[in-house]
């Protein structure tokens, strides 16, 4: 393979991670197009590349707006793993529907993980990816790029589910804040006014600002969200195990 590139959606981190523990194997520091933070990437992927393209699931589809930013990426028959992440649901068309856009853009689907970790609500899977998750995701890189292909099936129907809009929680701001703005400049679509407070309906629900707020200013401290949070991770206490296909 001539590199290894990483295209991914990354809000909070689980997927990035994922994605660099199944280019680790490989050799040097991977490339990367993070989708995250850059909104309209232009790209022709080589024949002899390899693109790991990972996404997160919001109510069982990819994020419309990861969707709309891989518009401008295309392959020449480029390999290319399809890697979705999800908080220990399920990832219901998410995968299906991430490796279809895939193919459509002219990569070749080698092989696709759906991959559990933290869950943005509540206390859910909250030490995942695990060693052990990631030690499966190098090994499962290794043996799809270094071996034969083969045809495989993913789970998922079409037409796909609704989803992908995100939650419809809004994260408050507390007196701490002291608007040094970083919320504003990690929101990964914009939905935080100058002010540091004011959220609009684009907003995700990835609480990406408060887990990066250095104050704790960020918050979700109400009544409905605490009893939703905890309703939710007693529901999804049973660890879920990932899935390989190839």
Request: net charge neutral; glycine share 8%.
């Amino acid at each position: 393979m001539k590199k290894v590139i990483l295209v991914y959606f990354s809000p909070t981190g689980n997927t990035r991670k994922s994605l660099e523990a199944m280019a680790a194997p490989f050799g040097g520091a991977a490339e990367v197009v993070d989708l995250t933070a850059e909104e309209a990437p232009v790209r022709t992927f080589e024949a002899d590349d390899v693109v790991i393209m990972g996404m997160p699931v919001y109510g069982g589809r990819i994020p419309a707006v990861a969707r709309e930013r891989l518009a401008g990426l295309a392959g020449k028959g480029t390999r290319c793993l399809a890697v979705v992440t999800y908080g220990n649901r399920h990832y219901d068309d998410a995968l299906l529907e991430l490796a279809d856009l895939a193919k459509a853009q002219g990569f070749a689907v080698v092989g696709a993980a759906a991959l559990v970790g933290r869950h943005t609500y509540g206390e859910i899977q909250t030490d995942r990816p695990d060693e052990a998750d990631l030690a499966a995701d190098r090994e499962f890189a290794v043996r799809v790029l270094s071996g034969e292909e083969h045809e495989f099936v993913i789970p998922g129907n079409r037409p796909y589910r609704d989803g992908g809009s995100g939650g419809k929680f809004r994260p408050l701001t507390s007196d701490a804040c002291v608007h040094c703005g970083l919320c504003v400049k990690a929101c990964p679509v914009h939905a935080i006014a100058d002010d540091c407070v004011t959220i609009a309906d684009t907003c995700l629900s990835c609480f990406r600002c408060i887990r990066r707020c250095p104050k704790g200013a960020k918050n979700m401290d109400t009544e409905a969200y605490r009893t939703f949070a905890a309703a939710f991770t007693e529901k999804l206490k049973a660890r879920r195990e990932n899935e390989y296909y190839c």
